[in-house]
């Protein structure tokens, strides 16, 4: 005979279900401002909002800040309210959300990747957020306003703004933006007002001509060259703070001024202009010159080699794959172009972009005693690194340039021609996620390759030995440094062809630019490497390098996944001050990667829980195919980066 429920209890329970039953608003709605409550630390500032559960379009208790229409969130305005932490990961789910603004407080860390994606207004101004702006703003195609001002936004804007067809304020000021203004303003065809003052933006503001706009405020900037004369009649000019071009200008431009005004006609007549078509000539002839003198002073690029599976030299010459145009998560991007409609694949498309490889090649040719100058002799306060096969350095010039120089072994090579097959040969491998080789040396004793300086150090820096007052690396950029890795051995396995070897594989060849894009470093080294557990270290090593011809591409994918653990965990790949039993990262944990309770522990706690569970799950399933013994169990790199584009996709609304 079935027991019978008290009275109370079966009305308790009648009185919940009939609750869930009535709650008016959208769950996905409800689950995200619960991410987003519990990521700004619980403020008792918003009054009726909660952690879990809760009805903010039904409840009695109005929650602060939230208008609703129906059974959807239509508007978050949080504006001023001294709110700190972060705006959490789940904000894409919010698909009715037209106005967010969480402007005037203290939140910090980067832009959340995933914002409300059919938003109107979205005003984040007056806070601490960091980083650059998101991608995802760039598909936002019903976006109005937008005002990233009073924050601590850096690095160069990328072509994004091609499918903002609505966008009519733009507000970038008071950041630590630099670079020149991207060409795919120019598609911004509603834009009225755009304010860009106190920023490092350089260059020419050409691309502002093709625009109806009404208020600008471009002060205190680095611009150059002349002010179109298509921008003096709106109603308001500010370009003050600039170091503008001098004397006359050209047809169609105004001069600059250092007041803020440019409204005053240039009428310096035919004098003017001759002068003008003077300099440019004598600025012509000089660059002319100089071309001529520095491809003198190269040595010319004849042939290179790649790396066979065992990881061997060969002096045959590569030949690359031709590349598909699309764009990069690195620092170079094409021009963007007007498209009809939003490709599905726009985000995937936007990280495989790589530069042509048969693009023309120029490296400098520099001088021992250039480089000895600029490194301190290479002195010991210079040294960046030190591995089995160089010492790095950081090269320091008056003129602000700053380098990384790797001072090789030179009894390494048989001779400057044996040097100049490892130039060549690493000279064609550009991507936008691989460190780019600029120059070289070349003479008796000294053979060093030179290249870009990543400001931000190495990954295992960053995750490793950071201290208590650096900066974590989100959720969103850690997915972002795997992927970007991945893209570049990707490219190395599978676009050049032959195939290309790289075998040392680790956090410390993983280098972060100042937006914290990933370049993987030492790239067509593979033959220094004979002895792999000796270059890589312990923890990174696949089980079956046991010799050095038993290295395959297959090995690149096994350290690869070991990148990803330390990712995932913050830990080391070995550390020799635990228990002997606990030392290796990879046996470890990889009995754990598919249990959702062991792995949130597992997570690094400076992640502070903000992550989504399914994009962490997925994350972890990729490492353990990865870090598999058997070598053709693990997948290729391409298949690596097809998985991991599943934990980033734009319009995954599970994250």
Known sequence: MARRRPPLVGLAVLLSVAASAVA???????????????????PSELSGWKASGGDPCGDEDEWKGI??????????????????????????????????????????????????????????????????????ISQMADLETLNLGKNHLSGQLTDMFSQLPKLSTLDLSFNRFSGNLPQSFQY???????????????????????????????????????????????????????PWSSGSA?????????????????????????????????????????????????SPVSSHYYMDESGRRDSSAIDMKP?????????????AVPRKSISDNEFENKLNYSRRST??????????????????????????????????FKAKYADGRVLAVKKLDPLSFSGSSDFMDTVNGISKLRHGNISELVGYCSEAGHYMLVYDYQRNGSLYEFLHLSDDYSRPLTWDTRVRIALGTARAL????????????????????VLLDA????????????????????????????????????????????????????????????????????QCLVKLVTSQLHDSDALEALADPDLRGLYPPKALSRFADVIALCVQSDPELRPSMSEVVQALLRCVHHKNSNW
């Open 250 to 298: 050209p047809p169609g431009m105004e001069k600059g001024s250092s007041e803020g005004s440019s409204n005053e006609e240039d009428d310096s007549g035919i004098n003017g202009f001759a002068i003008g078509a003077m300099v440019i000539t004598v600025l012509l002839a000089a660059l002319i010159l100089l071309s001529v003198l520095r491809r003198n002073h190269s």
């Open 359 to 392: 693009d023309p090649i120029s490296l400098m040719n520099h001088s021992s005693s250039d480089l000895q100058a600029a490194t301190g002799n290479f002195h010991s306060s210079r040294q960046l690194g030190q591995g089995t096969i160089c010492r790095v």
């Open 67 to 136: 208008e609703c229409s129906d059974s959807s969130v239509t508007e978050i305005n949080l504006s001023g309210l001294g709110l700190s932490g972060t705006l959490g990961y789940q904000l894409s789910s919010l698909k009715s959300v037209t106005k967010f603004d969480v402007s005037k407080n203290n939140f910090n860390g980067e832009i959340p990747y995933q914002l409300p994606p059919n938003v109107v207004q979205l005003n984040l101004q007056g806070n601490s957020f960091s980083g650059g702006v998101p991608y995802s």
């Open 24 to 42: 008016k608003t959208d769950q996905p709605d409800v689950a995200a401002l619960n991410v987003m409550f519990t990521s700004m630390n619980k």
């Open 188 to 242: 911004l065809k509603k834009l009225k007002t755009l304010n860009l003052e106190s920023n490092q933006f350089s260059g020419h503001i050409d691309v502002l001509a093709k625009l109806k706009l009404e208020d600008v405020n471009l002060k205190n900037n680095k611009f150059t060259g002349w002010i179109p004369k298509k921008l003096k009649d709106i109603n308001s000019l500010e370009t003050g703070g600039n």
């Open 515 to 582: 937006d914290l894009n990933p370049h993987l470093s030492d790239c067509g080294l593979a033959f220094f490497y004979e002895d792999t557990s000796e270059s890589l270290g312990p923890g990174y090593s696949a089980p079956e390098c046991t010799k050095p011809s038993a290295y395959v591409l297959k090995s690149d994918v096994y350290s690869f996944g070991v990148v990803m653990l330390e990712l995932l965990t913050g830990r080391k790949p070995y550390d020799s001050s635990k228990p002997r039993m606990e």
């Open 323 to 335: 590349l598909e145009h699309s764009p990069s998560m690195g620092s170079r991007t094409p021009p």
């Open 490 to 509: 990707e490219y190395l396995h599978g676009i050049c062809s032959p195939p290309v070897i790289h075998k040392n594989v680790k956090s410390s060849n």
